[in-house]
């Protein structure tokens, strides 16, 4: 009976993904993101960051080899396998990492720099002129959804 091995973490991808094909010709992605936890310590909050490396295949690491940026917001379901090796000097050695099942991306701005010029451009409006909300509306254009799998 196989028992329970599934993991839904959500983060920012470290660095760009790198695709490498099998020698049977399968895509296969390597990436990792970092995750924050935040908890109370006393009366200060705390920060703890997770680095974890996620692995995917066939369509799925075509996506994310496009898709998989530094800096970019990503759900990740999928479950943990771990890899053991010896090293050459005799070293059992082990490492944990995520296949992917299903990968999300958040959503990204064309350009970052869009809000600020637009809210620039309304500081030397009089007062009693009202900005319109089509100028913040104008400025939170994103990109068209990346496909979900």
Same mark, same amino acid.
């Given at each position: 009976?196989?028992?329970?091995?599934?993991?839904?973490?959500?983060?920012?991808?470290?660095?760009?993904?790198?695709?490498?094909?099998?020698?049977?010709?399968?895509?296969?992605?390597?990436?990792?993101?970092?995750?924050?936890?935040?908890?109370?310590?006393?009366?200060?909050?705390?920060q703890?960051?997770?680095? #974890?490396?996620?692995?995917?295949?066939?369509?799925?690491?075509?996506?994310? *080899? $496009? %898709? =998989?940026? @530094?800096?970019?917001?990503?759900?990740? #379901?999928?479950?943990?396998?771990?890899?053991?090796?010896t090293?050459?000097? *005799? $070293? %059992? =050695?082990? @490492?944990?990492?995520?296949?992917?099942?299903?990968?999300?991306?958040?959503?990204?701005?064309?350009?970052?720099?869009?809000?600020?010029?637009?809210?620039?451009?309304?500081?030397?409006?009089?007062?009693?002129?009202?900005?319109?909300?089509?100028?913040?509306?104008?400025?939170?254009?994103?990109?068209e959804?990346?496909?979900?799998?």
């Amino acid at each position: 009976m196989n028992a329970l091995n599934s993991i839904l973490i959500e983060g920012n991808v470290v660095r760009d993904a790198v695709v490498k094909e099998t020698p049977r010709g399968t895509l296969v992605c390597n990436f990792s993101i970092a995750s924050n936890r935040y908890y109370r310590q006393g009366d200060d909050y705390e920060q703890e960051t997770s680095f #974890v490396e996620v692995e995917t295949w066939a369509k799925h690491a075509e996506v994310c *080899g $496009k %898709n =998989c940026l @530094k800096g970019r917001g990503i759900r990740v #379901v999928g479950r943990l396998k771990q890899d053991r090796w010896t090293s050459p000097e *005799g $070293k %059992n =050695c082990s @490492k944990v990492k995520i296949v992917a099942e299903h990968v999300e991306f958040k959503p990204q701005f064309k350009n970052k720099n869009v809000l600020n010029q637009e809210l620039e451009e309304t500081d030397s409006v009089d007062e009693t002129d009202q900005v319109e909300d089509s100028v913040v509306h104008k400025a939170v254009k994103q990109e068209e959804p990346v496909p979900v799998f």
